[in-house]
């Protein structure tokens, strides 16, 4: 009795160390790009949620979608989807991060310097977003990170895994909805 | 969680706009292709939206719209480049981007582009430009500029093989501003 009540917590234990690889701790390469970009806003944060899913939290959450709603837009796009990985960071001080020009171009240089490239900016008085994308050597796209900042928080959002896919499928099923440019225009 | 939600949507909606590393040497040494210049002064304003989308992933949007749009799709098949840039203007910067636009039109028209649309009004200054290759038989690139009395200014660059009863259809699917006011212009 004393040795069953010892292995199904250790069993649950290493069942969890194999489900839950890849989960929670961001890669050192998310960690340097959230730096310099903490570093370039000129305020003080601290990170309210840090986390990423890998192959095995993907795969539980392709489970969930499968055994809860059958949601089959959400089966194939988590399908091509191998890792996410996300920081939200609180603004601390009293001061405003700096949204304008400025940290754009330092948030580009650091960006470029990881590799990443631009491909949508809009910002004004109280909020940024920034999309940069990498591909891969067979020039598919294969990265994704999203920057959104505004007064109280700083959240970046990085997509890995075979996107030209989750693309293709989502215009294919939903057609074109693009809102990128500003909505006075239409 | 709800904008972590949000942002992932966005990120792949936008996901579109994909820069190719191998197709960037090409689009710049196209006719169609306008160096705007260093616009940052005005990019301190608000409302902001810059826009690069290079032709890898143009090519692979018009292949997934090829069933459901055919026409949208041969257009996005050809196009190389399309960057946007829109901004809101405020006192005396007005003054110099209509300068700039000034500059911008003296050169184009240099460079033998067509000026198809002129609407200059006391609320109202837009220029669109095409450029067609010799013949006059393709069109390879197309420019905007506009601004409002509102203070809404716009900088449009679009480069390739260009449909012009088409690129009105790009300008609604793809929200860029004033590609809607084209369409039934012909080269002549």
């Given at each position: ?186 | ?156 660059n679009i480069v390739g ?15 860029i501003p004033t590609l ?9």
């Amino acid at each position: 009795m004393m040795k069953r009540g010892f292995l199904i917590p250790a069993v649950l234990a290493l069942v969890s160390v194999f489900l839950f690889a890849g989960c929670f701790g961001v890669e050192g390469n998310f960690k340097n790009i959230r730096n310099d970009l903490l570093s370039a806003a000129g305020t003080r944060f601290h990170t309210d949620i840090e986390f990423s899913l890998g192959k095995f939290g993907l795969g539980i959450a392709k489970e969930i979608v499968r055994h809860e709603n059958n949601d089959e837009d959400a089966k194939e796009i988590l399908k091509h989807i191998s890792k996410v990985q996300i920081g939200v960071y609180k603004n601390r001080s009293r001061t405003m991060p700096e949204f304008k020009d400025s940290f754009i171009r330092k948030a580009d240089k650091e960006m470029e310097r990881h590799g990443w490239e631009s491909i949508v900016k809009n910002y004004g008085e109280r909020e940024l977003n920034i999309v940069y994308v990498q591909n891969d050597n067979s020039g598919r796209l294969s990265e994704i990170f999203v920057i959104n900042m505004d007064r109280k928080e700083l959240t970046l959002v990085e997509v890995s895994g075979n996107l030209d896919e989750v693309i293709t499928y989502i215009i294919k099923e939903k057609g074109l909805g693009f809102q990128y440019a500003s909505a006075r225009y239409r | 969680m709800k904008k972590i939600i949000g942002l992932v949507a966005v990120l792949i909606f936008t996901a579109t706009f994909n820069l190719c590393a191998q197709d960037k040497q090409d689009y710049k040494n196209d006719p169609g292709y306008v160096d705007f210049g260093n616009l940052s002064e005005f990019l301190n304003s608000d409302n902001v939206t810059e826009v690069n989308i290079e032709g890898y992933l143009l090519k692979m949007v018009g292949n997934a719209t090829k069933e459901n749009d055919p026409e949208l799709s041969k257009l996005l098949n050809g196009l190389k480049l399309v960057k946007v840039y829109s901004f809101n203007v405020k006192g005396k910067n007005h003054k110099e981007v209509l300068e700039k636009i000034t500059k911008l039109d003296n050169r184009l028209d240099g460079d033998n582009w067509n000026r198809i649309v002129k609407v200059k009004s006391p609320d109202e200054n837009t220029s669109v430009y095409i450029k067609t290759n010799g013949d006059q038989s393709n069109i390879l690139g197309l420019v905007v500029t506009s601004l409002n009395d509102d203070g809404e200014a716009a900088f449009v660059n679009i480069v390739g093989k260009i449909n012009l009863d088409a690129i009105s259809k790009l300008g609604s699917k793809f929200n860029i501003p004033t590609l809607d006011s084209i369409k039934g212009k012909g080269t002549e």
